[in-house]
């Protein structure tokens, strides 16, 4: 079997990773050291209900963990108050104990709202990710980011509640809608234009086998990733400083999905996308970065069919009324503000991102014009 291994070592905590072909069918074997008695609690959603859970629930059967199944409706509205209160409810009743482990298994929003109830259950149980979505899988399963969203804004409750272990199995990517898979290879962009130029040039060559399911090419495009994560959580856990050029992208298209009520008409992937390029855009106009770095990241996305400016997405969103003005308010309730300044992921290339607090709101709204022409 393909798998491949890393450890994120932090002060109090350190886990492993595992990324590979087939893993969901070895979970049990790998979780069993782990648990303190051989007795769990998967949560998922209805949809990686149908396609994932069977080969979870049989691999937990081989190795004797009972479980019990807690199903969750798909969507983002799932990382809510109402739902989180529910989860807590429902494993109170399954009397889980603070030694035991829970399990999430599903993408992104199932990750955040299982992660920030073990956060909060008896004041904090352990929980195991394994993520199904190449979005998840490269990021969100991975740091212990957890949290719901508020109708004032997304992930704004929560709290760093980091993993046991992280499953990766790519052969659950099989599954995905194309929109989703491509929306989380936006993510995995992200961090080749962070700080890896030589991984730009790597995706550059090995993207389409990565969107086609080469298990080999996304087995290595996902470890690149979480190593890369790794080494940033390593030295700032909690995000005060390094950590939040994970954020490249963010601000934007944060931004853009609230405007569009967060909702499956335009995926986070695909507003970090479009928001990827506007850094980009930003920063070439600041006359801090070779404006032919800013087209190869918009062609690059481009070649694969994500949007790169916010005409191009082919969801309704034109109906609602977007606005450089309005786009740019929403910036203004960024996490990273910081004394009413809101700090901006930018970049001097491909592979150079850094935080600047210095940015002229004039700009930032230019740049969104942009990307609405
Ligand atoms: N998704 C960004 C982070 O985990 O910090």
Redesign the pocket.
């Known amino acids: 079997m393909l798998s491949q291994k890393i450890t994120i070592a932090l002060k109090d905590h350190s886990y492993d990773i595992h990324v590979g072909d087939g893993l969901l069918d070895q979970a049990g074997k790998i979780i069993t050291p782990l648990l303190n008695r051989p007795k769990t609690v998967i949560i998922t959603d209805d949809n990686v209900a149908r396609h994932q859970l069977p080969r979870l629930e049989k691999s937990l059967d081989l190795v004797n963990i009972t479980f019990d199944v807690i199903i969750l409706p798909a969507g983002e509205a799932t990382k809510s108050f109402s739902q989180l209160e529910n989860l807590l409810d429902q494993l109170l009743a399954l009397h889980l104990e603070r030694g035991d482990k829970i399990i999430a298994l599903g993408g992104g929003v199932i990750g955040d709202l299982v992660g920030f109830a073990a956060s909060i259950y008896l004041r904090g149980i352990g929980f195991i990710q394994i993520p199904t979505t190449l979005l998840a899988q490269v990021?969100?399963s991975v740091?212990g980011?957890t949290g719901i969203n508020s109708p004032r804004g997304k992930n704004l409750i929560g709290s760093f509640h980091q993993p046991a272990l992280v499953l990766s199995d790519v052969s659950s990517l099989s599954s995905l809608p194309a929109r989703q898979l491509l929306s989380g290879y936006a993510e995995v962009v992200k961090y080749a234009l962070i700080n890896d130029r030589e991984f730009f040039h790597w995706l550059e060559e090995n993207s389409a086998k990565i969107i086609a399911g080469d298990p080999t090419a996304q087995t290595e495009a996902i470890i690149t990733c979480c190593r890369a994560k790794a080494t940033v959580v390593a030295e700032d856990e909690k995000?005060k400083g390094g950590?939040a050029l994970?954020?490249l992208g963010h601000t934007f298209g944060h931004a853009l999905e609230a405007e569009a009520n967060y909702s499956d008409r335009l995926f986070h992937g695909e507003a970090v996308a479009i928001g990827m390029v506007m850094a980009f855009d930003l920063s070439v106009e600041m006359g801090l970065c070779p404006a032919e770095d800013a087209v190869k990241v918009r062609r690059h996305l481009e070649r694969l069919s994500l949007p790169v400016r916010i005409s191009n997405i082919n969801h309704p969103v034109s109906q609602i009324k977007m606005t450089a003005e309005r786009l740019f308010n929403h910036t203004l309730h960024d996490k990273k503000i910081s004394d009413g300044r809101v700090t901006f992921v930018i970049a001097s290339g491909i592979g150079k991102a850094f935080l600047s607090a210095e940015i002229n709101p004039d700009d930032v709204k230019h740049v969104f014009q942009l990307a609405l022409d």
């Open positions: 990021d969100s740091g980011k995000e950590r994970l954020n």
